[in-house]
């Protein structure tokens, strides 16, 4: 796996350099667009799909307060930009915690 730089489009427009690994597999030389800006949208999908996912299952437990942290790797698989889970002790490109507290008047 190749690490590299890749210029990222976020949702506002802004540009940013990332430090990504190549996920794609194979053993000879590919072109995975290192040099080509990738768009942010699918580390923004993937936080999206991972809260609705652990909203649903806290509806079901209800806790009063609840925490979750995780780590997630920039990678290029494709030529697009992927996220990686990771744990969050570990190298990771972003480190996520979402917290939920539930207020007064709610179930």
């Known amino acids: 796996m190749d690490d590299g730089l890749v210029e990222i489009t976020l949702p ?3 540009m940013m350099m ?3 690994t190549r996920r794609d597999p194979g053993g000879g030389p590919q072109d995975v667009g290192f040099g080509r800006p990738k768009s942010f949208d699918a ?3 993937t936080l999206q799909g991972i809260g609705i996912a652990i909203i649903g299952a806290l509806d079901n437990v209800k806790p009063s307060r609840a925490s979750v942290e995780f780590g997630l790797e920039l990678a290029v698989k494709g030529g697009k ?3 990686v889970f990771v744990d969050a002790d570990t190298k990771a490109s972003l480190k996520v915690v979402l917290e939920w ?3 007064r008047g709610e179930e």
């Open 43 to 45: 580390v923004t999908e």
């Open 101 to 103: 507290e539930r207020g």
């Open 18 to 20: 990332a430090s990504v």
């Open 12 to 14: 506002n427009g802004q």
């Open 81 to 83: 930009l992927v996220s």
